[in-house]
C-alpha cells in the first residue's frame, strides 16, 4: 500500500503523515526533508546557491539516508544526524531553489522511489510531487490544502517567537516558486482527493486520511 500525501507548507502533511503510517502499521518518508537535507549539504560545503550549475555539479556528492520508522524518523547525510541543522531558517530560505535545479530533484526522486520499493508494509510518503511525478501508480493521492492564514498561524506556532504576518508572506513566497518551477511543481494529481485541513483539527484530518485508506485497502 503506497499513499501520496501532496500539499503546500503548513498544511499538516509532516504531523497527518507520520501518524496515519504509525496508526496503519506503515513506513513514514518525509521527502521534504531530504531536500532540506542536500542545500544544507550544499550551504556546509560552500556551494553557491545561485549557481545552478554548481548545484547541478555537485548534486551527486553527499550520501542522504532517511530512517522510515514513523515513531522515529532519522535523516542523516554523509553519516551525520541533520534533523535538526536541516530545519534552521538558513536552509528554508534556500531549499526552493535547490530543489529547481532538475540533477537535485532527479538525484532525490530515484531515492525516494527506492525506498518506496523497499517499504515492505507500505508506506506513507509526503511531499509536493509524490503523486504528480514521484509515485503516480500510488495507491492513494491525497492533496491537503488549507487557507494562507490558517497555515501561517500552525507554522509560527511551530517556528516559536517568529511573526504570522512575516511566516504567511514566506509560505506565499515559497508556494510561487514551488509551484512554478519547471522540475516537477508543486501541483495536485488529477486523481487525489483533496482535504481542505483549514477548519480541522489535526486529530480529524489523521482520522479522514487513515479512514480514505482503510477504504482503499477494503476495495482492493
Not at 128 to 144: C, E, Q
Amino acid at each position: 500500500m503506497i499513499v501520496a500525501i501532496d500539499g503546500p507548507a503548513g498544511t499538516g502533511k509532516s504531523s497527518t503523515s507520520k501518524a496515519v503510517a504509525a496508526q496503519l502499521g506503515l513506513s513514514y518518508l518525509d521527502t521534504g526533508a531530504q531536500y532540506r537535507a542536500i542545500t544544507w549539504w550544499m550551504v556546509s560545503n560552500g556551494i553557491d546557491i545561485d549557481d545552478p550549475s554548481a548545484i547541478a555539479a555537485a548534486a551527486g556528492k553527499p550520501e542522504i539516508v532517511s530512517g522510515t520508522d514513523p515513531e522515529g524518523p532519522t535523516i542523516t547525510v554523509d553519516g551525520v544526524d541533520v534533523a535538526g541543522p536541516i530545519r534552521t531558517q538558513e536552509v528554508s530560505s534556500k531549499v526552493s531553489a535547490v530543489s529547481a535545479v532538475p540533477e537535485v530533484r532527479t538525484r532525490i526522486t530515484e531515492l525516494q522511489r527506492s525506498i518506496a520499493a523497499s517499504a515492505a508494509q507500505g508506506i506513507v510518503v509526503e511531499g509536493r510531487d509524490i503523486g504528480t511525478t514521484v509515485l503516480p501508480d500510488a495507491d492513494l493521492k491525497i492533496f491537503l490544502t488549507a487557507s494562507p492564514e490558517a497555515r501561517a498561524a500552525r507554522r509560527s506556532g511551530e517556528l516559536k517567537g517568529s511573526d504570522v504576518h512575516s511566516t504567511r508572506e514566506a509560505l506565499i513566497k515559497r508556494d510561487a516558486a514551488d509551484s512554478s518551477r519547471k522540475a516537477s511543481p508543486l501541483a495536485k494529481a488529477d486523481d487525489a482527493v483533496e482535504v481542505d485541513t483549514t477548519e480541522l483539527t489535526l486529530a480529524q484530518v489523521i482520522e479522514c486520511v487513515v479512514t480514505l485508506v482503510e477504504e482503499k485497502r477494503a476495495g482492493k
